[in-house]
């Protein structure tokens, strides 16, 4: 399935208005800004949303090569904070694996600082069209 329609489909990101900056084979980088609706009570966005972004760009590059493949293990380490109004970015790159089997790379920033990383698992053994 391209992209563009799996994107259509993900009705979680229209709650976090991430936008897609870029999909390409074993890649995706996100965009989300921090409204007020996501913030903790520290008053910084909680750690879910900025996994949830991750997670999304996650998604999109590990079934960025047509086969459908779900997250099996996330682990994200959160490095330092951000406010409302920030716009943080999320990049994911397959780094290893196989065909059903892939691992994954997560990166969320702002300002050019990385705010949070991790490493994910995805898994999958049929691709998007065998699906009926």
């Known amino acids: 399935m391209e992209p563009a329609k799996l994107v259509e489909k993900d009705m979680f990101r229209r709650h976090l208005n991430a936008e897609v900056l870029e999909v390409k084979k074993g890649y995706a980088k996100v965009r989300c800004t921090i409204n007020r609706e996501y913030l ?72 050019g600082e990385i705010i949070a990383k991790g490493d994910a698992i995805a898994y999958g053994k049929e691709r998007w069209e065998d699906q009926t």
């Open 40 to 111: 903790n009570f520290h008053g910084t966005a909680h750690g879910a949303v900025i996994m949830a972004v991750a997670d999304f760009a996650f998604a999109l590059a590990v079934n960025s090569d047509g086969m459908r493949r779900s997250a099996v293990s996330i682990k994200m380490d959160f490095l330092k904070p951000s406010f409302e109004g920030d716009q943080i970015f999320a990049e994911a790159e397959v780094t290893g694996g196989g065909r059903r089997l892939v691992f994954c790379e997560l990166v969320v920033y702002r300002d």
